[in-house]
């Protein structure tokens, strides 16, 4: 299965490379280039397959060519829902950095510990929590990005950016967001720092946003609508569906096939839902148990076309005597824009068609109320770091628990959410309260207040010690440190000092609808 897949692949790049090539083909490459084109016949009609034993007994065959099965595995593995879960765990610290690598991008990086790596990393190879596309940069160099969001940045998650003098700053539509995820080891070995993070492409260098705010917002719509579009009930004439906000139409070809017509950017959201398959007459979910066990000799069987090779050139326009000019109209992208205007079933404007293959259409539509589970907004410092947070941890279980189901979450019982409040942050007891830095995310008394009483012992001073520590710290409504936890491996010296400086202030307390609450932080500490 793995040759045949390769080989396909291979072919692809063939026939590309010679369709952009507009110098005359030799008699040796055009010879080669008809045994590319049979790869795609055989593969295309089935025949590839004749050679594999039981298909339905092929572990390979189905962990390579069944992405439904896929799908039911990722969103039934234990693993996937601890990762969610533990996901949401690293939101205990937040902060945006500049991109080493690019002026254009800033990574939005969320923090956490994991004491347990093997449990970890090890309980999620082979069904990672997303699809890795792996990206390099412009000098070949593996950069450990994974493309393709798990989250729909349409409907479930939303980028806002601002500059410092409050202007907007946009995604860069042209650039591909990245997920970025990994681990490092705490300085005693005993800890791993696992981290969560976005790559974003702004429309501006990043310098023009430090001193900004960016603020990630999560939502779970209300409700998910399913619906299923059979060929057999499409008639004679196009059908036009509506799928949350956006309206396309689909055209019966056959019993096997269709057309769909729509917006550029409906129809790039449609390729990506990944749910068009053939199906030997029925509908099988993703996280249906017949997925898993479904006859796929029939289902191989049934869409195994009886057409001749020469039958399958003239079907695709190519003419051996002349491949030059049609091997390069073949490769070209199979979607082709039309006019603009209305079609048949009343979708105006631009709208371009593409042809698929199948005898279903299903569809997960979000309804348009949505409420937010969860909001990041961070600083964009110049260096250094700097974060805050703010999270519904309910929301984001509601929605652990709606990823890792078949069922989507019964909201209508639930009375209407409330929508979430920014949290003042807190700061030290110092009148007139002044605004806070944003290059470090705190008022300029803080760092005052850290000069005069952050003072480090002579003893650590003749030693020369120095080292950097995560201080978490719990402000309660009246203004009162408590609970100082001290996270990395510091001298005892250097931990006194913070711990001294930290339960030695008095606090404002955060508020949030304008009363005090308590309010966990994390704020970084070095010793120079």
């Known amino acids: 299965m793995r040759r045949i897949l390769s080989t396909v692949l291979l072919a692809c790049l063939v026939l590309g490379a010679w369709a952009q090539n507009k110098k005359k083909m030799t008699e040796e490459e055009k010879k080669e280039a008809m045994e590319q084109l049979e790869v795609f016949y055989q593969f295309e009609t089935g025949t590839a397959f004749s050679g594999l034993d039981s298909l339905a007994e092929n ?163 209300q409700e998910y609508d399913r619906i299923t579009v059979p060929i057999k009930d499409f008639g004679d004439k196009p059908v036009q569906v509506t799928w949350g906000s956006k309206t396309f139409s689909i055209e019966k070809v056959d019993n096997n096939g269709f057309i769909i017509s729509a917006d550029a950017e409906t129809l790039d959201k449609l390729k990506g839902m990944k749910r068009l398959y053939h199906r030997d007459g029925n509908w099988y979910e993703p996280s249906s148990s017949t997925a898993t066990t479904g006859d796929l000799d029939k289902i191989l069987k049934n869409s195994t076309r009886k057409i001749t090779f020469e039958e399958w050139l003239k079907e695709n326009g190519i003419d051996p005597n002349n491949l030059e000019e049609t091997l390069k109209y073949f490769m070209e992208d199979e979607v082709s824009e039309e006019d603009t205007g209305t079609d048949d079933a009343g979708v105006t404007g631009k709208h371009y068609r593409i042809a698929l293959q199948g005898d279903s259409l299903l569809l997960y539509m979000p309804v348009e109320k949505r409420r937010k589970i969860a909001e990041i907004t961070v600083f964009a410092p110049l260096e250094g770091e700097a974060s805050r947070l703010i999270i519904n941890r309910e929301r984001c279980n509601e929605l652990i628990e709606w990823l890792c189901t078949e069922k989507s979450p019964d909201n209508k019982k639930q009375a209407e959410p409330e929508e979430m409040e920014e949290v003042d942050y807190f700061s030290p007891d110092f009148q007139p309260a002044k605004p806070i830095n944003p290059q470090t995310g705190m008022p300029d008394e803080w760092n005052m207040v850290l000069t005069q009483l952050l003072r480090k012992p002579e003893e650590a001073v003749e030693q020369g010690i120095t080292g950097r520590m995560t201080a978490e710290i719990t402000i309660g409504a009246d203004g009162v440190a408590s609970n100082v936890k001290i996270n990395g491996d510091p001298h005892p010296l250097l931990e006194k000092a913070v711990c001294d400086c930290l339960y030695g202030i008095k606090y404002v307390p955060a508020t949030w609808k304008g009363k005090a609450i308590s309010f966990v932080a994390s704020l970084p500490v070095i010793f120079n």
């Open 59 to 221: 572990q390979e065959f189905k962990q390579d060519m069944l992405p439904w099965e896929k799908w039911a595995d990722k969103f039934k593995h234990k693993s996937f829902r601890n990762g969610l879960s533990r996901l949401f765990m690293c939101f205990d610290k937040a902060f945006i950095e500049p991109n080493k690598d690019s002026p254009i991008f800033c990574n939005l990086m969320l923090r956490g510990k994991e004491e347990d790596v093997s449990s970890y990393f090890g309980g999620r190879q082979g069904s990672g929590l997303w699809e890795k596309y792996y990206h390099e940069d412009e000098n070949g160099n593996f950069t450990g990005f994974c493309k393709e969001l798990f989250f729909d940045l349409e409907t479930d998650l939303q980028l806002h950016l601002t500059d410092k003098q409050g202007k907007p700053a946009y995604i860069h539509p042209e650039k591909d967001i990245y997920l970025l995820e990994g681990g490092d080891y705490a300085k005693n070995k005993d800890m791993l720092n696992i981290w969560f993070g976005l790559q974003i492409p702004l429309t501006v260098p990043y310098q023009e946003i430090a001193g900004g705010h960016i603020s990630l917002s999560f939502y779970m719509p």
